[in-house]
């Protein structure tokens, strides 16, 4: 599809007009809240009924339907039916909470253009793009095709209608007959030509080829040229060179050889060929460019797919590094995130042959003009562009920053680079286009929305597993994996140790400084224990100002050695509120192990709490072993205990 003709029908700045099919106004409003945040200057206009429908259709012209698929009297398909009636040809984009796959795939046949889940919005700006270029293609081809049949209609009126010139020569090429076609053709008199020489209507650089190829056809019967049709130039008496289409035959009159062409002047023809030839060169130019958007538009949506799939950045990073190779395979980039300070961006996916620098830049946000100017920025001279600080040297050819933007932040740039053509340095491939220009807008809309809302679910993880005031995993998360980690150990026939500690005496600490200095050494103690856990451990806050730790794969020896030296490194704790360090803190501990004090979560908590309770009950400061508790749950499958020699669980 020609560049200009879809910046021309997606123009952003122009005003968009939509009539939405809808019953419900909020989902109306959310539906016009998402193009504006795409940037469309939207006008539109809300019906609910098929009556309102057509006079809307009437009295107003429209870029776009966006309709709801289920309506209270009537539904999406209805009105699309409605609008092929009354013979209106606007892009139809359904937009519906819910559409089973056989649904949508029937929708589409009927003619609908793309279709939209109300839970997934943001999809809604690149389907209407989508939409509308396409809408732009077909006419851009419609006027193509009638372009074609009107080139083909002046053909056939010039074949039907065009007299042909008759002109007869002996084997001396000398005219002995012509007729009054071949006056108007060439623009001599019938008088003027009879007695010549043939080459009189010739170009002076056929002339010799003709006498030539005469002589020789006479002594061998050898053709120069193909007599049943044949393309050569004329001369006019003018002066002037015309294309000819000559058929000859050749008659024996009186026993003399002659020879008869029946000629036409086909200079008319020659250049509708070649404005129809033109035609069609364009036409697959862009039937090409709709072949190529139209798989670039479904990479896009693969991609975008499988990010809102991914469970964590790196997994995101290598779809997109996966998705920019296809995407963009001649074009080598680097995604660029800010970091969580956001005073620096940092490379985090590279693709293509991009030098070996690329992914150790670090450069200030202030170093890229794209961010800067909240925009894209293209330089398609190297030589003469204002080029961006943070490229690690002068590019050899043009290149592309695209920033990324999502709710309202900056989150990082899209850098593209076009090589050179070989043995042609000035020229750049690829981003010279504005289709290419386009794509890596859409690319960078998809990832930075991607990520974000990646990043969003992260936080939104980490709250609810995590403690917000010592750091530490909490007591539904500590649950959880016990329970996870007694059945995966269990499988694998490995032991496993839990801690249970109290801070000593911190009800009247919090009594005497306050619950701002209890709430600092309780922050302390859990970066404490986080310090002194391997990556396996899972460190937890059971609650208040006890906290829980799970050893996978340790036994009880190793258990116990291991709350010791909690118990000991803790009075080296340092713990400073107001400028003034606090006093030290202790620690009782509950020690237990899977399987000797039970096997189930339940179970090995309450053994644990009761070792808890009785090193308070001793003095504080110290560590007891729990003793097994009666399990609330039938006992276990044998192989359980068996795979544990007595008292030496690993």
């Given amino acids: 599809m020609d560049p200009a003709v879809a910046e021309r029908n997606v123009n952003v700045q122009q005003p968009l007009r939509v009539l939405i099919v809808e019953n419900s106004r909020p989902d109306a409003d959310l539906i016009l809240n998402q193009l504006e945040k795409a940037g469309f200057k939207v006008s539109a206009d809300l019906v609910e009924t098929a009556e309102e429908f057509s006079l809307r259709l009437g009295a107003n012209t429209y870029d776009i339907i966006l309709a709801d698929y289920r309506l209270p009297n009537w539904t999406g398909m209805d009105a699309l039916k409605l609008l092929r009636h009354l013979g209106q040809d606007i892009p139809f984009v359904l937009v519906t909470g819910t559409l089973g796959e056989e649904a949508a795939v029937e929708c589409i046949k009927e003619g609908v253009s793309d279709y939209v889940l109300k839970e997934r919005l943001a999809r809604l700006p690149v389907a209407v793009r989508r939409a509308l270029e396409e809408k732009a293609l077909r006419e851009d081809r419609a006027r193509a095709a009638q372009a074609l049949r009107e080139s083909e209609a002046r053909y056939r009126i010039l074949a039907e209608t065009a007299n042909d010139a008759f002109i007869t020569i002996n084997s001396e090429s000398r005219i002995l007959f012509v007729n009054a076609a071949a006056e108007r053709i060439f623009g001599y008199t019938r008088a003027e030509m009879l007695g010549q020489s043939l080459t009189l209507l010739m170009p002076e650089n056929l002339r010799e080829v003709h006498r030539a190829g005469l002589k020789r056809y006479l002594e061998t019967g050898r053709r120069h040229i193909d007599w049943e049709s044949a393309e050569l130039t004329g001369l006019h008496k003018s002066g002037t060179e015309i294309t000819l289409g000559i058929s000859f035959a050749e008659f024996v009159i009186h026993g003399e050889r002659t020879f008869t062409g029946i000629i036409r002047d086909i200079t008319e023809r020659k250049r509708a060929r070649e404005k129809l030839q033109q035609a069609n060169e364009e036409l697959m130019v862009r039937v090409s460019e709709l072949q190529q958007r139209t798989r670039e538009t479904t990479l896009v949506n693969e991609m975008g797919e499988l990010l809102q799939t991914c469970l964590n950045p790196d997994e995101a990073y290598a779809v997109i590094g996966k998705s920019a190779e296809k995407l963009f395979p001649t074009e080598p980039g680097t995604l660029y995130l800010l970091n969580a300070s956001r005073n620096l961006l940092e490379p985090a996916v ?37 080029l961006c600080q943070h490229l690690s040297r002068s590019p050899s050819a043009s290149y592309l920053c695209v920033p990324m933007m999502a709710l309202g932040q900056a989150l990082g740039v899209l850098f593209l680079q076009s090589p050179p053509k070989p043995n042609q340095p000035e020229r750049p491939l690829g981003l010279v286009q504005e289709s290419k220009q386009r794509l890596a807008l859409t690319v960078a809309e998809h990832t930075a929305l991607a990520l974000a809302n990646l990043k969003l679910r992260e936080n939104l993880r980490t709250q609810s597993i995590r403690d917000p005031l010592t750091g530490l995993f909490n007591r539904r998360y500590m649950e959880e994996s016990l329970e996870r980690e007694l059945h995966r150990l269990a499988r694998r026939r490995r032991g496993l140790g839990l801690i249970m500690l109290d801070l000593d005496h911190f009800k009247s600490f919090n009594d005497s400084l306050g619950h701002e200095a209890g709430d600092t050494v309780l922050r302390e103690l859990g970066h404490f224990v986080q310090s002194r856990t ?68 339940t179970t090995l908590l309450r053994a644990a709490d009761a070792a808890l309770y009785l090193a308070k009950g001793e003095g504080r400061d110290r560590v007891v072993v729990g003793q097994a508790v009666e399990e609330e749950a039938p006992a276990p499958p044998p192989h359980v205990f068996a795979a544990f020699p007595p008292g030496q669980p690993k």
Wanted: charged fraction near 25%; hydrophobic fraction near 40%.
């Fill in 350 to 386: 590279v693709w293509g042959d991009s030098p070996p620098e690329a992914e150790a830049v670090v450069f200030a946000p202030e170093d890229c003009w794209a961010l800067r100017r909240g925009r894209m920025h293209w330089v398609e001279d190297s030589q003469s562009g204002l």
């Fill in 534 to 601: 391997r990556q396996e451990d899972i460190a937890c806050r059971y609650g208040g100002e006890e906290f829980t730790l799970i050893l996978p794969e340790a036994s009880l020896e190793v258990t116990r050695q291991r709350a010791e030296r909690l118990r000991e490194d803790v009075k080296q704790l340092n713990v400073q509120y107001l400028g003034q360090i606090l006093p030290p803190v202790t620690l009782s501990q509950g020690v237990v192990a899977f399987p000797e004090h039970g096997w189930t979560a």
